[in-house]
């Protein structure tokens, strides 16, 4: 089944944002990279900012699919489920989600000059962040968002460092994730690792 016309725009404005960046990103390209008649992208999104809008929609679809729901701990497997399941969600966005992390980075530092990209681009944060501050609470955080909030933030220097920083050319391993998420978690929560 072929992907509808709004989701087409969508993918190939995440694909162009990841080999172009944000210059490379109009109207006309995605019509053009997506084989689809000039004008189609303007039909579903009139602006540049409808545009990036229905992208980092789009984009954080996608992003949620990188951690199978199957694949995330219930609280019972404790901190060392957790590392795991953090760990390779980090090292699939490193890898086989390389694109969508490229294309997010954009959209992240475009949203710092634009309100209305940055107040969607915080609500949609907050759908991966919330789930994390309630398995972090299940695991006994005394202060679960603010420790939600630093793992986060964990995540994002990692992912950062390991795609577009001074460690794009030797990404850590699953291995090595995976040891760093269970020293984070260990530290916030107080527990062994």
């Known amino acids: 089944m072929s992907p509808t016309r709004p989701a087409l725009i969508a993918d190939t404005a995440v694909e162009l944002l990841?080999?172009?960046?944000?210059?490379?990103?109009?109207h006309r390209a995605v019509d053009e990279a997506a084989g689809l008649p000039q004008g189609s992208t303007s039909n579903h999104a009139r602006t540049?900012?409808?545009?990036?809008?229905?992208?980092?929609?789009r984009l954080a679809e996608l992003e949620r699919r990188v951690l199978?729901?199957?694949?995330v701990p219930v609280p019972r497997a404790g901190v060392p489920g957790l590392?795991?399941?953090?760990?390779?969600?980090?090292?699939?966005?490193?890898?086989?989600?390389?694109?969508l992390l490229l294309a997010r980075l954009e959209l992240a530092l475009e949203?710092?000059?634009?309100?209305e990209?940055?107040?969607?681009?915080d609500e949609l944060g907050r759908g991966f962040r919330e789930p994390l501050a309630g398995m972090l609470g299940a695991l006994?955080?005394?202060?679960?968002?603010?420790?939600?909030?630093?793992?986060?933030?964990?995540?994002?220097?990692?992912?950062?460092?390991?795609?577009?920083?001074a460690a794009?050319?030797?990404?850590?391993?699953?291995a090595e994730l995976r040891s760093g998420a269970a020293e984070l978690l260990a530290g916030m929560l107080g527990t062994g690792r």
């Open 168 to 174: 794009s050319v030797h990404p850590p391993d699953l």
């Open 48 to 57: 540049r900012a409808a545009l990036l809008a229905l992208t980092l929609d």
């Open 18 to 26: 990841a080999e172009r960046g944000l210059r490379g990103l109009t």
């Open 140 to 165: 006994g955080s005394a202060e679960p968002e603010r420790h939600a909030r630093l793992l986060v933030s964990w995540c994002e220097g990692v992912l950062f460092y390991s795609v577009a920083g």
């Open 83 to 99: 590392a795991d399941a953090l760990a390779l969600a980090l090292h699939r966005s490193m890898t086989e989600g390389r694109v």
């Open 111 to 115: 949203a710092t000059r634009r309100p």
């Open 68 to 71: 199978a729901p199957d694949e």
């Open 117 to 121: 990209l940055r107040q969607r681009y």
